[in-house]
């Protein structure tokens, strides 16, 4: 099944592609060891004042940066600002693009964004479908996007440093050292006021306690219509399970539509990042192939492939932080997105205007709270132990059905509590109090649900979460 699933990867994406995906499943293998290059010395005048190491999405900061007048490189180990996924949003967070200077209105509504929906629907197996609005409501072209980007930053003088691994760092007093692999393995140092990492699951640092892995791409030839497995290019489906859970694991699928005729689908579940017998994503992959007739009808093909390990922090240990204010962690490797949707885009959207200020201050040597740069929100410290307990299911085939049972409670509560709540809680904008009423509708339609999360958790995170929520009601 690995070897057919790597093939239909090989024949959609060409061999890059592939190489990027075998990356990502070979896990900790994955990630750069911390060869330290050479401390600068003091007074030593840096090649750059930020060096963001990574070009994937947070490609984007390199244009605020460049305009607020610092002088930026953008590290990539491949090509920078060639997006390998495909992005949603809800229209309002697009509007940060414009704010930043990545792109005009005309640009974001004409050739960025790719396809509107009316409504989204997340169905649970077993359960009803809940349709919400002005919830990841534009598909994004990310392509496009992320290739305006780099355009912009070069205009602006922006460095790109592409076919080259970031590997080691080593802080001066006013600077820091970045090790770099070439092509051919040559190395080289660079010098630096700051270092962006915008590694993303390869990041050394990226140590949060959850990972998505996600499967999927764009797909060409499913069957359009009103039906549940059928496709509305009007319609976004944001969650939606087709069975119960295999083994512990709760598979889920989204489905949008996007350019005509195309739809991109994945498949995702939820795992602990240290989980050691969750699936790679070539087996994942093998899994997507084989069920999604059971989730869409039509003679799909496999057009463009999108992959990815995302990420999320429960907010139930240690954050993940590089250990020194001149490293300064964004996007994935920060995890500061909702551990719930997992939309790593939308957050990078809103940290686009706090990242500038703060990396000036960075850059003048300002001991900087990771939460200054990067945008989180009060209700991930009450989800954070919700995407926890999905990820730590009883595997026992009696309780197989639990994940979806209790998810349809909980957007049946959702539902009731009115859309503008309901869009809320998925956009990440809800108030500690909304999560609050939430968590208390949920857990008094489904009691079992303490015993379970006790049971599931352990008593110390489930305090921490309690303390989580406190603080966050506190903080208002
Ligand atoms: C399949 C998929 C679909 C998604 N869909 C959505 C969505 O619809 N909406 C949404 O909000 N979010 C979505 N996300 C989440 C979102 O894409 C991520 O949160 C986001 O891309 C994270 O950005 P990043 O810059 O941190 O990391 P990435 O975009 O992953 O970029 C990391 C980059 O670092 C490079 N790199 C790694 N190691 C090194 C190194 N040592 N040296 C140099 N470069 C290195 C990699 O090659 C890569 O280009 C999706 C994620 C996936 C995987």
Known sequence: MTDHARGRVLDAGGPELLERLDHLDRRDG?????????????????????????GGLSILYAVPFARAGLRVAVVERAAAGTA????????????????????????LDEDLIVARYARGLCRWHGGGTYAVRGVLDCAVDAGALVALARTRAT???????????ALGVAP??????LLLRGPGGATRELVT???????????????????????????RGLREGD??????????????TTEDAIGGRQYLWEAFPGRAGETTVYLFHYARREDATAPGLVELYGRFFESLARYKDGDATLVRPTFGLIPGWSRLTRAPASGHPRVVLVGDAAARHSPLTFCGFGATLRSLAPSVEAVCLA????????GTWVHDSPVHSGTGALALLLASLDARPERASYANELLDVAFSVLAEMGEESFGRMLRDEATAEELVAFLRATAARRPDVYREVFGRLGTGPVMRWGAGIVGALLRG
């Open 30 to 54: 994955s990630r750069e060891t911390l060869a330290a290059p050479r401390s600068p010395d003091r007074g030593a005048t840096p090649d750059y004042d930020v060096v963001i190491a990574g």
């Open 193 to 219: 006021r700051v270092v962006v990492d915008a590694r993303g699951a390869s990041s050394p640092f990226a140590s949060a306690d959850l990972v998505c892995p996600t499967v999927g791409g764009v797909l």
């Open 84 to 107: 390998h996924r495909e992005w949603n949003a809800s229209r309002p967070e697009l509007e940060r693009l414009v704010e930043a200077g990545l792109c005009s209105r005309d640009e």
């Open 227 to 240: 039906g549940p497995r059928e496709i509305r290019p009007d319609i976004g489906e944001i969650l939606a």
């Open 155 to 165: 205009a602006l003088g922006v460095t790109f440093i592409d076919r080259t691994t």
């Open 172 to 177: 001066g007093a006013d600077a820091i050292s």
């Open 363 to 370: 850059a003048d040597g300002a001991a900087l709270a990771l």
